[in-house]
């Protein structure tokens, strides 16, 4: 499916790590939910829809044998292929968003099978292209493409297509592969189950009184409360109930882990490490690179827990002390005010930007508000080319929402940004590049709040808030791919993986992460239990990305403030590209070479300055 599908990004995977408080709304407002009829108008229409897509998978596998016959034939058949996963597509789209907003749902969760089992057969009725085009080859299919213009889209599909070569099977064993497609995607289907649906979560009571259910919803709340015993009692509840299902869900890991270095053994790859930077291109030196200066680094997040214990006002921080606010902020930003707020801090990115955004937030792209049963946490799903991005939220009125809603427009903005100037065919942008302008408008958030504030405690909080931001994505993403490579060599090695193994190499790396051994932050054995509540794992060694990007808006920011208008140019042109080159190529295009130090200097440089500024204005505070 790589071969045309938009990457996992610019489809439905642009997660952010926000938690909602998902308790029944007394009253739904209309225009505060998305509105599907823009991709359908009924489920009747849908459903038309997904049996037209069906109908063309018997003619596209008529064109086997056609590629190499000329340049009409070679364009035909792709045009056909990508005007059938266009619709396709748009029929996925609503299916998706639909069964998110309540998980409780059979029908919805029925439709949304539908749509994945129809592009397994898509899978299935494309298998035989990419050996057949290798078989014509790069000489043959070059001819085509200067002879005939209308090629012109495909032509980087077609190139990577090629690219590929080394690692295509042959017809029969591709064809094979493909039936397989659904089936490789089971242990994330069971895991989400489990995680969302089938544990029974267990209730607290705070200690201002309030019962509370500790769910995800729930413990990601009480977790960042002033109260370090309500926060303590938060993580025991629900690292104990996960405790209970440890070794089923490491069995669903380890099956995902074992499928993953199967299917990449099969492709001839050395590792699947090996698998994934070669997907898009991307040198080893890249992921090396982000690694080491990563564990440079973890001084200055030992330094940054340090400065939090002294403002939490903590002899010995534990992992429960991470999430709640270096300083309470009573502020609330609804969602009208984080409409305000967010298009008043991207002037810097120019009017057409913000017309362009104010235009889009006044529309129904949005399902804003926690509902029982919705999804937790936030993405953008762009999938849906001919209409428009649809953003899932679960707002609660604070702060983090505020950069919630910032980070998911940036998926949006860079959607639009990309339909500007591409067809559908190099729209899709890879995840390397996806979370640069989603962090990126997090950072210039963050920083119009900074300037904005009223008072040198409220500068505290988004600075406090800034540090935070850069230890959950810097380093802690970055922990998470090492903790993903140490499983995936793991098994390549032939090692068996159990509920308990998968735990001990996680507590080794968390603990090293934060200090454990030498006294700066405390890891209770239970909390080691912290790799079963993270869904990335199942997207194959997609979290280091979110560390690069941050890392590659960091730079584009600052190239925003230093140069101005040409600034902003370059940071809109490589949203602009999309996907119509190697995403490595495109950032290096824009002047950040995420294979040298720099960049990973650059944000270390700057996390410490901002520890700098939050001492000496606590020197000031006395």
Do not use: C
């Not at 829809?49 to 590629?67: D, M, N, S, Y």
């Amino acid at each position: 499916m790589r071969k045309f599908l938009l990457p996992a990004a610019a489809l439905l995977l642009a997660f952010s790590s926000s938690f909602a408080d998902n308790h029944e709304a007394a009253e739904v407002d209309p225009s505060a939910t998305w509105d599907l009829t823009a991709l359908f108008p009924t489920v009747e229409a849908w459903d038309a829809a997904r049996q037209e897509v069906l109908a063309e998978f018997p003619k596209i596998e008529a064109r086997r044998g056609t590629l190499g016959d000329s340049a009409d034939s070679l364009y035909e058949a792709y045009r056909h292929v990508s005007d059938t996963l266009k619709k396709g597509g748009r029929v996925f789209v609503y299916a998706s968003l639909n069964a998110d907003e309540d998980l409780r749902e059979g029908e919805t969760q029925e439709r949304r099978q539908l749509a994945q089992i129809m592009f397994s057969q898509f899978n299935e009725a494309t298998a035989w292209m990419q050996p057949e085009l290798i078989e014509v080859g790069r000489e043959v299919v070059e001819s085509f493409i200067n002879e005939d213009e209308r090629l012109a889209p495909f032509a980087f599909q077609l190139d990577n297509s090629l690219r590929n070569a080394p690692h295509t099977l042959g017809a029969e064993a591709e064809q094979t592969l493909s039936y397989l497609t659904q089936t490789f995607g089971a242990p994330n289907n069971i895991y989400s189950l489990i995680a969302n649906s089938d544990i029974p979560w267990p209730t607290i009571t705070t200690s201002d009184g309030e019962e509370v259910t500790i769910d995800s919803q729930g413990y990601g709340r009480v977790r960042s409360s002033q109260n370090r015993d309500d926060r303590k009692l938060a993580f025991d509840t629900f690292w104990s109930k996960w405790e209970e299902y440890r070794a089923s869900v490491g069995m669903v890991l380890n099956s995902h882990v074992q499928t993953q270095v199967g299917l990449a053994k099969a492709r001839n790859y050395d590792s699947v490490l090996h698998r994934e930077l070669f997907a898009d291109n991307i040198p080893p030196t890249v992921y090396k690179t982000l690694v080491e200066e990563v564990n440079k680094a973890l001084p200055t997040l030992h330094r940054y827990f340090r400065l939090r214990a002294r403002m939490l006002g903590v002899e010995q921080m534990h992992y429960y002390d991470i999430y709640p606010p270096l300083v309470s902020l009573d502020k609330e930003f609804d969602l009208e005010s984080s409409k305000r707020i967010t298009l008043e801090a991207m002037a810097v990115l120019g009017d057409d930007w913000v017309d362009m955004q104010k235009a889009a937030m006044d529309e129904r792209w949005m399902h804003v508000y926690p509902q029982r049963g919705k999804r937790s946490g936030a993405y953008m799903s762009g999938f849906a080319y001919d209409v428009h991005p649809y953003i899932l939220l679960n707002h609660n009125d604070d702060y983090s929402s505020l950069s919630t809603f910032a980070h998911e427009w940036g998926h949006a903005m860079h959607t639009l940004y990309a339909k500007q100037k591409q067809p559908f065919e190099t729209a899709g942008y890879s995840t390397f590049i996806a979370e640069i302008p989603s962090t990126s408008l997090e950072l210039i958030l963050q920083n119009y709040m900074d300037e904005n504030a009223e008072s040198i405690e409220e500068r505290l909080f988004y600075l406090g808030h800034a540090l935070e931001n850069m230890r959950g994505t810097f380093f802690r993403q970055t922990m998470f791919a090492e903790f993903e490579l140490a499983l995936y060599e793991a098994a390549e090695r032939g090692e068996a993986l159990s509920g308990d193994r998968i735990t001990e190499i996680y507590g080794d790396i968390l603990r090293r992460y934060h200090g454990h051994e030498d006294g700066v932050v405390v890891i209770d054995d239970l909390y080691t239990n912290e790799w079963m509540f993270v869904p990335h794992f199942y997207f194959n060694m997609y979290v280091y990305q979110y560390a690069t990007s941050q890392t590659a808006g960091t730079a584009l920011y600052a190239k925003i403030v230093e140069e101005g208008e040409a600034g902003v140019e370059n940071y809109k042109n490589l949203l602009r590209a999309g996907g119509s080159n190697y995403p490595y190529l495109l950032l290096a295009e824009a002047g950040v070479d995420m294979a040298k130090p720099g960049p990973y200097l650059a944000i270390v440089a700057q996390m410490n300055a901002i520890m700098d500024e939050m001492e000496s204005l606590l020197d000031e505070l006395g």
